[in-house]
C-alpha cells in the first residue's frame, strides 16, 4: 500500500485523525483532512488523491452530505477511489454508489474489528475494486424477493457470488471456498452468464453481478 495519496473525511475529530494515522503509519500519503463535505471537496479538487476515505454523514445536515461528495467525486474524477464508512447499513446508499463502477466501497464503522481487513479494503478501492459490507450482503441474503433473479444459480455459484460483494478477488475466494482459483474462474463466467449481464468489461460485469445480488430479497 506504501505511495498511495489518501484525503480523509470524517467530522469526528479523534476518529478522523486516527484513521489519518493508522494510513500514514502503513506508509500511506495522507494528503490531507475534513471535517465537512465543502472542505473534502476543495481538497479533493486540489490534491486528485488515489483514495478519498469518508463518513456519509458529515455537517451541516449529518444526513447524505459524504454520500454526495461521493457521488461529485467519482464524477469529477473517476480515476479516484471512494471509500465510504457508515454508522448504520443502508442498502439503497450502497446500492446508489455501487451503481458508479469500479473504485467504490462500503463499510460499516462498528464492523470494522481488523485492522488488516480494513486496509485491504481500502487498496481494493483505491485499485478500482468494489467492496460492500458483508453485514449488508447477510441482510439482504436473509430477505430475499421472492422472485428470486438468482434462483438459477447453483448453491456454489451463489456462495462464489456472495464473496464477490464482499469484495473478494478471485483468489481470495478460492482460499475462502477451498477451491482453485481456476474453478473459481469457471463459477464467476456461469455466474455472469446465468444473469444475462450485458457484454461489457469483465469488471463491469462482477459490480453488475453483485448489484443484482444485493437487489435479491
Do not use: C
Amino acid at each position: 500500500m506504501t505511495g498511495l495519496r489518501v484525503v480523509v473525511a470524517e467530522d469526528d475529530v479523534l476518529l478522523r485523525e486516527g484513521i489519518a494515522s493508522l494510513l500514514t503509519r502503513e506508509g500511506l500519503e495522507v494528503l490531507g483532512q475534513a471535517g465537512d463535505a465543502g472542505e473534502l471537496m476543495k481538497l479533493v479538487r486540489a490534491t486528485k488523491p488515489d483514495l478519498v476515505v469518508a463518513d456519509v454523514r458529515m455537517p451541516p445536515t449529518h444526513t447524505t452530505e459524504g454520500l454526495r461528495a461521493a457521488r461529485e467525486i467519482r464524477a469529477e474524477l473517476p480515476g479516484t477511489g471512494v471509500l465510504v464508512l457508515s454508522a448504520y447499513a443502508d442498502v439503497d446508499q450502497a446500492m446508489e454508489l455501487l451503481a458508479g463502477g469500479r473504485g467504490i466501497g462500503y463499510l460499516l464503522k462498528s464492523r470494522i474489528t481488523d485492522v488488516r481487513e480494513f486496509l485491504g479494503a481500502a487498496e481494493r478501492v483505491a485499485n478500482g475494486g468494489s467492496v460492500i459490507d458483508p453485514g449488508l450482503v447477510s441482510e439482504l441474503v436473509t430477505a430475499r424477493r421472492r422472485d428470486d433473479p438468482l434462483a438459477v444459480l447453483s448453491a456454489r455459484e451463489r456462495e462464489v457470488l456472495a464473496q464477490m460483494a464482499e469484495g473478494q478477488s478471485n483468489s481470495g475466494i478460492a482460499r475462502r471456498l477451498w477451491i482453485t482459483e481456476g474453478t473459481v474462474e469457471k463459477h464467476v463466467r456461469a455466474v455472469l452468464s446465468k444473469l444475462k449481464l450485458p457484454e461489457t468489461d469483465d469488471h463491469h460485469r462482477r459490480v453488475l453481478a453483485v448489484l443484482t445480488f444485493l437487489e435479491a430479497r
